[in-house]
């Protein structure tokens, strides 16, 4: 069987060496050996790293991702919270498409100035009680 080079391995993936030897320290990789000082990785880990990758996009968190792989490295994703992962991505899809069109219409808006315009003031007041709705979180 042909072993990957973490150089190699970080060329094919565009992830950097250290971001692999990070992902092998927190168990979400496993390296085979060594050849001299160089880790020696099984070529499944790509596809690891791309579902690893692809995890990230979706926003789950590293300790997360880690709990989506069996022992051997194999996939266990889990369906139900795939499905609420791309219901809240749905969410943030509208929202934004919303911020999107409230931006536009701002730039494109006839008023003498921002703070005439209605849709601006309401852009504001959504901004300012988003900005206190996570602020609360963080307490």
Avoid at 118 to 127: C, I, Q, S, V, W
Wanted: glycine content about 8%; charged content about 30%.
């Amino acid at each position: 069987m042909k072993f990957l080079d973490i150089g190699v391995l970080s060329k094919q993936s565009g992830i950097p060496p250290s971001t692999l030897r990070y992902y092998e320290e927190i168990g979400l990789i496993r390296s085979v050996g060594r050849r001299g000082l160089r880790r020696q990785f099984d070529t499944p880990v790509a596809a690891q790293l791309a579902l690893i990758s692809l995890g990230k996009m979706a926003g789950f968190s590293l300790d997360d991702i880690k709990g989506m792989f069996a022992k051997d490295g194999s996939p266990q994703l889990p369906r139900a919270e795939l499905h609420l992962r791309a219901d809240a991505l749905d969410e943030q899809i509208r929202g934004l498409r919303r911020l999107r069109d409230a931006i536009r219409h701002v730039a494109d808006c006839p008023a003498k100035t921002h703070m005439d315009c209605p849709k601006f003031t309401r852009l504001m007041d959504f901004a300012s009680r988003s900005a206190n709705s996570s602020r609360v979180g963080l307490r």
